[in-house]
């Protein structure tokens, strides 16, 4: 059996990781559309600050030689053909396939015109990153734009500002990373990272990158027009889906699939970024793109593709700021019947429940017990009778240790 794997990021490589566990003879093509070795997005940017490449690289830049991948490089997927069982690449070359597994990932995007211009960068491609840390270091971005305070543009955002580079951020909503956080939460955000010397400027939309064949500005609702040397798209990701069209697959943000992680046509797999799977706590049916569920993805997808019966549970929905100076941590829901609440200066804690279960919680400042919450929270546990004591950092230590048979030490 020969599997071709599109795209070399944590869920591909999770892919041809757990295939090799399995079978050691089984043939495996790994294309990547980037010319390095498969690497973890979420490194990049204590990459760009360290210069060490253990994490960005962190499975070693040999492992596609170690589990014998047939590693492609350079190689962008034009098409696909299911009823031949074919992927065509950008030079029409046509690989042949038993199984194909789509890892083909995300890019940064937003939604207004002029996002493909040259001078847009895309924070998630490595090749795209290194094109604009180099012009940072050469001295010829001074000033970078970022449209969207999200998760992903807060941490350029902070990457930008300890290489020297004035950043400001223009967010349409009223709050910073407003898919994650609560206002609370988000204000103590807002402002680390206005010490941190980020211009985050709410409530203030961005309709078009202007420029004809390069970026040269931000064009607000107002009729402003911000000017920058750089700029980032980053009110979200897109899943590199384009070269699907005409292909049958079923297609919504990113390819639909089942709790096999299945397309809708045969022999077919979606993994990653690029996955539309179902949220293990609310059901409803997104685009979860996040380091972990990626690699959980790949795992679970090699087994159903080798013949075992493994149902994916769900996606999760959690995130945390490393380069913030203010540790923060959002698990979950941001809301939920009830909401426990505790804060002192820049230390806060809220775990929401409904029904006496864990749906979601946001830490700043001590992130204690977060591992504790989330195995909670993902066990559906009731914490009823020891919910007064949630909200205590030392929650599942020393006495505060959970006992699925006797809570009695919580009374």
Known sequence: MHVVIIGAGPAGLSVAETLRQH???????????????PYAPPAMADYFLTGRDETLFWKGRDICDRLAVDFRSGVRAQAMHPDARQVMLEDNAVIQYDRLVIASGSRLYAPVEGQTLPGVYNFKSLSAATELIDQVRQGKVRKALIVGAGFIGMEIALLLRELGVAVTMVEMLDRVMPRMLDSETAAMALKAMQARGVDVRLNTK????????????VQLESGKVLKAEAYIAATGVKPNVEFLDGSGIDLGWGVRVDDHLRANVPGVFAVGDVAETRDR????????????????????AAENLLGFD??????????SLKHLGLPIMAVGAMTGQEELRWRQGDALRKVFLDNGHIVGFRLVGDIRAGGVYRSLMLRKTDVSAFKRHLLDPRFGVGRFMLSAADVSGFA
């Open 206 to 217: 961005a309709v078009a990158f202007t420029g004809k064949r390069k970026a040269t500005g």
């Open 23 to 37: 079978d050691r003879v089984m043939a495996i093509t790994m294309l990547s559309a980037e010319p390095f070795p």
């Open 281 to 300: 706590m609310t059901g409803e049916r997104y685009v979860h793109a996040i380091f972990p569920n990626a690699v959980a993805q790949g795992q679970i």
């Open 310 to 319: 493994t149902v994916y549970e769900g996606a999760e929905s959690m995130n």
